[in-house]
C-alpha cells in the first residue's frame, strides 16, 4: 500500500502518536503536575489532532480519491475500521466506568441511555476521545463532494478559504454527532487531500529550512493569541519538516510503534487511566515514575496487544480493535 511506501508519513504518524499520548500523561487531580509537563501538554494539544486529521487527508486522496474507489466500497471499508471499535470501545469504557464509580473522571452509569448518548455525543461520552471516530466517518462520507471540489482549481481555492474561515469563526458548540468539531477539522483534512494531490510535500523538500525556521516563528508567535488555527498549521509545516529530515537520518524513527498509531489511541488511554490510579492510592511511589509509566505503557501495550491480535488472525477481534489485516 501507499501508506507503507512513504516513509515521512509513517514518522509523521509516530509522531503525531507521541504526542498524543504526552497530552494524556498529566496526572490531573491525583499529583502535582510540573511546570514542564503542563507546557508539554499544551504543546501536545496545540497541533497533534489537526496533525492526524491532516495525515488522514493526504492518504486518502492517495489511496481513494486518486484511484478513483467508489463511495459505497470505500465507506464500508472505513465504516468497518471505524465503526466496529466506536461501539466496541463504547461499551468497554462504560462497563469500565460504571464499575469504578468515583474512582475515575466523569463516573457513568451503565445503562441504554448512557450508552445511546455515548454514541450519538462522543465528545461528552465516557471516552471522549472517540470524537475523533465520528468526525474522520464524516469527512470520508463527503468523498464525492471532495472529488468534484478538487478537480476543479479554482472551486478548490475557494472551499479552501471557506474552511479557513470557518475555522477562525465562532461557531456554536454542538456535540451532537460532532458536529462541531467535524466543521472545525475540516480545513485540516482538506489541506491533506490538497497537498497530497499537487504534490506540495516536494516543495517543502526543496526548502525544508526556510520552511522549518518560519513555521517556528510562526507557532511561537501565534501561541500569543487564543487563535488555535494558526498553531495548529504551523506545527503541522514544522512536524513535516522534521519528519522528512528524520526520513533521511534517522528512517526507522517510530517504527517499534508506527505502525499502530489507531490502536495506540483507542487502547493505550486505559493503561494512562490505571497509572493514575495507582498513582493516587499509592502504589506508583513518585510522580517522575507515573510519567514514565504513563506514556512507556500508552504506547507499547496497545503495539503488544495489536501483535497478539496479528497473531491469533481472527478477523473480528482484529476489527473491534481497529486492525485492517
Known amino acids: 500500500m501507499a501508506k507503507e511506501k512513504i516513509n515521512w508519513l509513517l514518522i509523521l504518524q509516530g509522531w503525531a502518536m507521541m504526542w498524543v499520548i ?51 466500497n470505500m465507506f464500508s471499508d472505513k465504516l468497518k475500521r471505524f465503526g466496529i471499535p466506536y461501539i466496541v470501545f463504547s461499551i468497554l469504557t462504560l462497563a469500565i466506568k460504571s464499575m469504578a464509580g468515583g474512582e475515575v473522571s466523569r463516573p457513568v452509569e451503565l445503562s441504554l441511555y448512557n450508552f445511546f448518548m455515548a454514541l450519538i455525543s462522543p465528545g461528552d461520552g465516557p471516552l471522549a476521545l472517540l470524537w475523533f471516530i465520528i468526525v474522520i466517518l464524516w469527512l470520508f462520507a463527503l468523498y464525492p463532494i471532495w472529488k468534484y471540489i478538487l478537480d476543479r482549481r479554482l472551486l478548490t481555492i475557494v472551499v479552501l478559504l471557506g474552511l479557513l474561515a470557518l475555522n477562525l469563526s465562532q461557531i456554536p458548540n454542538c456535540e451532537i454527532l460532532s458536529i462541531t468539531s467535524t466543521l472545525k477539522f475540516s480545513v485540516y483534512f482538506f489541506l491533506g487531500m490538497i497537498f497530497s494531490k499537487y504534490q506540495f510535500i516536494e516543495n517543502v ?28 498549521l504551523s506545527g503541522i509545516a514544522f512536524s513535516i519538516v522534521l519528519s522528512l529530515y528524520a526520513d533521511r537520518y534517522i528512517p526507522k524513527l517510530f517504527s517499534s510503534f508506527r505502525d499502530y498509531t489507531y490502536q495506540i ?3 493505550g488511554i486505559f493503561f494512562q487511566i490505571l497509572v493514575k490510579l495507582l498513582y493516587k492510592k499509592g502504589l506508583v ?41
Open 22 to 72: 504526552i497530552g494524556h500523561c498529566p496526572m490531573g487531580s491525583y499529583g502535582e503536575d510540573s511546570n514542564l509537563i503542563v507546557e508539554l501538554m499544551n504543546f501536545a494539544y496545540s497541533f497533534h489532532m489537526p496533525c492526524f486529521i491532516f495525515i488522514s487527508g493526504y492518504l486518502f486522496y492517495l489511496t481513494r480519491i486518486r484511484n478513483s474507489m467508489t463511495w459505497r
Open 205 to 232: 523538500k526543496s526548502n525544508k529550512f526556510g520552511v522549518f525556521i518560519a513555521s517556528m516563528i510562526l507557532y511561537v508567535v501565534s501561541r500569543a493569541y487564543d487563535m488555535p488555527l494558526i498553531p495548529a
Open 265 to 267: 489511541y483507542l487502547i
Open 285 to 325: 511511589p513518585n510522580y517522575e515514575l507515573g510519567i514514565i509509566l504513563n506514556i512507556l505503557l500508552g504506547i507499547y501495550l496497545p503495539v503488544l496487544i495489536s501483535v497478539i491480535v496479528k497473531k491469533i488472525n481472527y478477523r473480528p477481534l482484529g476489527l473491534c480493535i481497529g486492525l485492517s489485516k
